[in-house]
C-alpha cells in the first residue's frame, strides 16, 4: 500500500515562502512521476505542477510558473514543492499525488492518471 504524506502547510503573509514536503513509502518511488493539485472551497482540484520520475522533467500550471519549484529526493523518497511569492489566491489545500505509468517521461496534468493522494495540507495566504 503506498502512503503519501504532506507537510509544511500554514499560514503566511502574500509575498512569503513555503517548502512542501511529500514522503512517500510503499512503492519503488524513483519510478515514479509526481504531481502536486490544489484544491480551495468552491472549487474543483486543479494542478499546481509535476516531476517526472528522474527528475529530469517539470511542468507548471501558468498560474505558478516562475514562483513555484518542484523537486525530489529518491534516496529520502520525498517530493517538495517550493512557493515563493505566495499570493492570497494560492490559498487551499495541497495535495501529493503519483502517476499511475512506470517511468512516464512527461508530466502528466489530469488528476485521472495520477493513483495514490496524500491527505492534503492547508496553506494559507494572508493579504
Known amino acids: 500500500q503506498v502512503q503519501l504524506v504532506e507537510s509544511g502547510g500554514g499560514l503566511v503573509q502574500a509575498g512569503g515562502s513555503l517548502r512542501l514536503s511529500c514522503a512517500a513509502s510503499g512503492r519503488t518511488f524513483s519510478n515514479y512521476g509526481m504531481g502536486w493539485f490544489r484544491q480551495a472551497p468552491g472549487k474543483e482540484r486543479e494542478f499546481v505542477g509535476g516531476i517526472s520520475w528522474s527528475g529530469s522533467n517539470t511542468y507548471y500550471a501558468d498560474s505558478v510558473k516562475g514562483r513555484f519549484t518542484i523537486s525530489r529526493d529518491n534516496a529520502k523518497n520525498t517530493v517538495y514543492l517550493q512557493m515563493n511569492s505566495l499570493k492570497p489566491e494560492d490559498t487551499a489545500v495541497y495535495y501529493c499525488?503519483?502517476?499511475?505509468?512506470?517511468?512516464?517521461?512527461?508530466?502528466?496534468?489530469?488528476?485521472?492518471?495520477?493513483?495514490?493522494w496524500g491527505q492534503g495540507t492547508q496553506v494559507t495566504v494572508s493579504s
Open positions: 499525488t503519483t502517476d499511475k505509468i512506470w517511468r512516464r517521461v512527461l508530466v502528466p496534468t489530469t488528476p485521472g492518471v495520477y493513483d495514490y
